[in-house]
């Protein structure tokens, strides 16, 4: 097999166990029928529903069916094994490839170009991650890599691809890139490192323009969970208290966007905003403490006033911000009960302003529940949810109806792909603005399931916008969604997803964006 390309029919790796089919990339939507029903008969009690009880049979059929007929493996393998020579070494340049460079795919007409996760044919752990067509163009970042007699060059948001097949088209400055048909869309805030690895939030206009500094990085900062006020005008984000008065305590910093100086509220973690701009929900005396992940306490902080209100005095594991509804009037709040000895994993809860619990769901024996968000627009709790029986599904849960109402079946994980450490939001998706959707990341399979997912509720089915090594997607307006992708030289590159799937458009380097109200 060739180092470019493999038959198109090999693209076609829909492994049973998906429950759907994958198609080669064609720079169009990816569509999906899942196994799922729109409306599933459910409970929110420990026992089993009928819900996870179908999804157990349908995994154990198609799990036997994956034993008894294996599918082909998106890695290809040399013909003969090669020959072990002396490797050169990394090339910042050659000729007119280079950081910078924008390169287009000549793998001939209808035929497409394999981006990898390696700069490799041999190793046993490389993925195809997509299959670029004839006409491709992207972005080259870092150095050339020689692996098995290629070259190989890393397209941003795509992989590493062979030399052989890509032409120049000239260098393109990143962050002077625009792109008109998504100007008047609002702001996108975003996380840079510089060369000494110091994290600063920028914002931008959503075409890419305007690009701003607004706090610069400072020594051993690394601010995270960065969001926006309800209003536009400030900036939250979380940093660990570096003063040395307590290495474990975790600080909410409140930046004006106009310049004004932040605010800082001690011995929190996490925002999550009232609709009203008023208060947000937070985790009170927030503690990182090694591998077992951010706990504390539920509460509501009034933003003005640094004023609190914390509900009962419960240190729970995995604790995520407290977070309010669509309409203000109900909180939502995930914990562990891991000081009680009791931990079957992350639950939550429906409480109403005054703590009063109005519904409960845990999961039932050998599930577990995470990262639940509201809908934006009515009450409704989208969340995921794993198991011991098979591939992990998101699902959603109407608060009317005390039922699971919705669910689908991620891609199945690649064994090339190590695991991961779990953190309180490492399942983390997003809803639509109009709350018809389900936008979640995925980064751990094979060929054609890697990128960010769009689920669409009314009719079940599922597209993808191919990418390599994405964070979770932030939506915005019109169906457009923002997300950075990891890898070459930099530490990561602001893509925008556009309705409908297909290849994302590259806007600037950074990670994290958020889409401004």
């Keep these: 097999m060739s180092e470019r390309r493999f038959p198109i029919g090999l693209l076609l790796i829909a492994p049973v166990a998906l429950g759907f089919a994958v198609y080669?990339?064609?720079?169009?939507?990816?569509?999906?029928?899942?196994?799922?029903?729109?409306?599933?008969?459910?409970?929110?009690?420990?026992?089993?529903?009928?819900?996870?009880?179908?999804?157990?049979?349908?995994i154990a059929a198609e799990n036997t069916a994956d034993a008894l007929n294996p599918q082909s493996t998106a890695t290809e393998r040399p013909?003969?094994?090669?020959?072990?020579?002396?490797?050169?070494?990394?090339?910042?340049?050659?000729?007119?490839?280079?950081?910078?460079?924008?390169?287009?795919?000549?793998?001939?007409?209808?035929?497409?170009?394999?981006?990898?996760?390696?700069?490799?044919?041999?190793?046993?752990?490389?993925?195809?991650?997509?299959?670029?067509?004839h006409g491709f163009e992207g972005?080259?970042?870092?150095?050339?890599?020689?692996?098995?007699?290629?070259?190989?060059?890393?397209?941003?948001?795509?992989?590493?691809?062979?030399?052989?097949?890509?032409?120049?088209?000239?260098?393109?400055?990143?962050?002077a890139r625009t792109l008109p048909e998504l100007a008047g869309r609002g702001m996108i805030a975003f996380l840079r490192?510089?060369?000494?690895?110091?994290?600063?939030?920028w914002v931008m206009n959503t075409d890419g323009s305007g690009?701003?500094?607004?706090?610069?990085?400072?020594?051993?900062?690394?601010?995270?969970?960065?969001?926006?006020?309800?209003?536009?005008?400030?900036?939250?984000?979380?940093?660990?208290?570096?003063?040395?008065?307590?290495?474990?305590?975790?600080?909410?910093?409140?930046l004006p966007v106009d310049g004004a100086a932040e605010t800082v509220i001690e011995n929190a973690y996490g925002v999550a905003w009232s609709p009203d701009g008023v208060t947000f929900g937070t985790v009170a005396d927030a503690r990182v403490e090694g591998m077992s992940g951010l706990n504390g306490v539920p509460a509501v902080v009034n933003a003005a006033t640094g004023e609190r209100r914390v509900y009962g005095t419960q240190r729970s594991w995995l604790q995520a911000p407290l977070s309010f509804n669509h309409d203000g009037t109900k909180l939502l709040v995930t914990?562990?009960?891991?000081?009680?000895?009791?931990?079957?994993?992350?639950?939550?809860?429906?409480?109403?302003?005054?703590?009063?619990?109005?519904?409960?769901?845990?999961?039932?024996?050998?599930?577990?529940?995470?990262?639940?968000?509201?809908?934006?627009?009515?009450?409704?709790?989208?969340?995921?949810a794993g198991s011991a029986q098979g591939q992990p599904q998101y699902a959603v849960y109407d608060l009317d109806r005390r039922d699971i109402v919705a669910g689908a079946r991620v891609p199945k994980a690649s064994d090339k792909i190590g695991g991961k450490c779990g953190s309180w939001n490492m399942w983390a998706a997003a809803w639509?603005?109009?709350?018809?959707?389900?936008?979640?990341?995925?980064?751990?399979?094979?060929?054609?399931?890697?990128?960010?997912?769009?689920?669409?509720?009314?009719?079940?089915?599922?597209?993808?916008?191919?990418?390599?090594?994405?964070?979770?997607?932030?939506?915005g307006p019109d169906g457009y969604a923002t997300f950075s992708s990891h890898g070459g030289g930099s530490s990561g590159y602001i893509f925008i997803a556009a309705p409908g799937g297909g290849w994302p458009l590259l806007l600037t380097d950074g990670t994290s964006p958020v889409w401004g109200p």
């Design 211 to 254: 690009q701003r500094l607004v706090r610069a990085g400072r020594a051993n900062e690394h601010p995270s969970d960065v969001g926006w006020s309800p209003d536009g005008g400030s900036l939250t984000f979380s940093l660990p208290r570096l003063d040395g008065s307590d290495p474990t305590a975790w600080d909410i910093h409140i």
């Design 24 to 58: 080669a990339f064609t720079g169009q939507a990816q569509v999906l029928d899942p196994d799922a029903t729109a409306t599933i008969e459910a409970d929110d009690t420990a026992t089993r529903s009928p819900f996870w009880s179908e999804m157990d049979t349908a």
């Design 335 to 384: 914990y562990s009960d891991w000081e009680n000895g009791d931990d079957p994993g992350p639950r939550f809860m429906v409480w109403d302003l005054e703590g009063n619990e109005i519904a409960r769901v845990e999961a039932p024996a050998d599930t577990y529940y995470a990262s639940p968000i509201w809908s934006p627009v009515e009450d409704r709790i989208m969340f995921h």
């Design 432 to 475: 639509s603005r109009d709350g018809g959707s389900v936008l979640y990341s995925f980064d751990s399979g094979e060929t054609g399931a890697n990128g960010i997912w769009v689920w669409d509720l009314a009719s079940g089915a599922q597209s993808l916008v191919p990418a390599i090594a994405t964070s979770n997607a932030s939506a």
């Design 79 to 133: 013909t003969s094994t090669p020959t072990a020579t002396s490797t050169p070494g990394p090339q910042a340049r050659r000729g007119d490839f280079g950081e910078g460079a924008w390169v287009r795919v000549n793998a001939g007409e209808g035929d497409c170009l394999n981006a990898r996760n390696q700069p490799s044919l041999a190793s046993e752990w490389v993925i195809v991650n997509a299959c670029l067509p």
């Design 193 to 201: 490192q510089d060369a000494a690895y110091n994290t600063s939030i």
């Design 139 to 175: 972005y080259v970042s870092g150095e050339a890599q020689n692996a098995d007699g290629h070259w190989w060059w890393f397209i941003a948001g795509a992989g590493w691809v062979a030399e052989d097949y890509l032409e120049y088209a000239g260098d393109v400055d990143i962050r």
